[in-house]
């Protein structure tokens, strides 16, 4: 740490805010801009961003990201609402010079680059001490609270020497490429997985081809599962069509008392709606030491409050709170339940707007819903076929809570010196 010097942030680093665009400039397709909802906690979210066409983007051409820029949000909310805090950092590692940055998101630009390293001030300012320190530094109301670049300016730093910063930012970032890597195989994993129900079970694709006498696209002992034709309802001859309450068990949320919640780990993980959603599985972060609704471990779960649709699966058996439903084949088929699910997403979605507050489905609405009953030999099959890939993801998932883990420990302890390059190497050799 003798080698570590003390900096304002201010001193080597300037905060450009981003290009106040006007309401009416926002068209729905041309060139992408990022707001401040895009921001997210460590990483940037393009999957729903606005547009704005070129003319607009042409007076904003001073605003475009470059790949691995720091981004802050600007305007949020105070710290009893973490999933949209103001002072998010995020780095963006999308392509140059494409994605524009609304007004009230920042983005970092380093005026010193022979003093800090681009990758390292991102690992600097989200460590969960300086994080703290954004936060508290905004000003203004709880649902509304704002930070300036002149406040962000002022927070002192104790920065290595470059070549240190470098070397942690590799050893951090190498963490970080690989918990990339993983969510970009979960997703074309589960991408397969949905294709793969779409065709057999929504489009009855192998039936359709064999009624028009189509070359087969399987396997032959799996081709020949599939019936030859389809029937009057247009669904394959002795597949059924049933509901929800007759081919699923379904248990719906109930709020236990408020008293019974703790963010200590006593008693079961706590979900009383899709806020802690993750992909594939919700993250703990509440608990219920008095449990009175229970799904358990692979039951999908349901999001049936404000928004309605979004589904999870459950790690682990926890506690459900009336935001959330947990649902289940009756031939207890995991893969087969959570495909299920999402193929009745659109239906589910419908109740998001019939509440006169917000949106919500109850259990004989959700009961009633039609779905699709394959003969029993064919969810078997669907569950041999697809399980080997839900399981990957799920050991994929495991893997990537274990290298976060291990980075979020090692973040702090590199910054303030307490562990040495040389030993934190060997902790991620050893997860990585």
Known sequence: MGEWMPVTLGDVVYVQGGFAFKSRDFTTDGIPVLKIKNVREREVDVTEVAFVDQKVADRASNYFCNYGDVLISMTGSGPQAPSSVVGRVARFTGPCNHYLVNQRVGRFQITKPNTLDQRFLFFLLTQPGLQDELVSSATGSANQANISGAQIGKLSVLIPPLSTQKAIASLLGALDDKIELNRQT???LEALARAIFKDWFVDFGPTRAKAEGREPYLAPDLWDLFPDALDDEDKPVGWETGTVGECFHLTMGQSPPGSTYNDDGDGLPFFQGRTDFGFRYPENRKYCSVPTRIAQPDDTLVSVRAPVGDINMAREKCCIGRGVAALR?????????????????????????????????????????????????MVHVFEEYVGPLDQRIRESVSETRTLAQTRDLLLPKLMSGDIRLREAEKLVEAVA
């Open 186 to 188: 979960n997703e074309t």
């Open 329 to 377: 084949h009756k031939s207890s088929s995991v893969s087969f339940t959570y495909y299920s699910a999402w193929a009745i997403q659109q239906e589910l979605q419908q109740y998001e707007h019939t509440g006169t507050v917000f949106g919500a489905i109850n259990k004989k609405q959700f009961e009633a819903l039609k779905t699709i009953e394959p003969v029993p030999e």
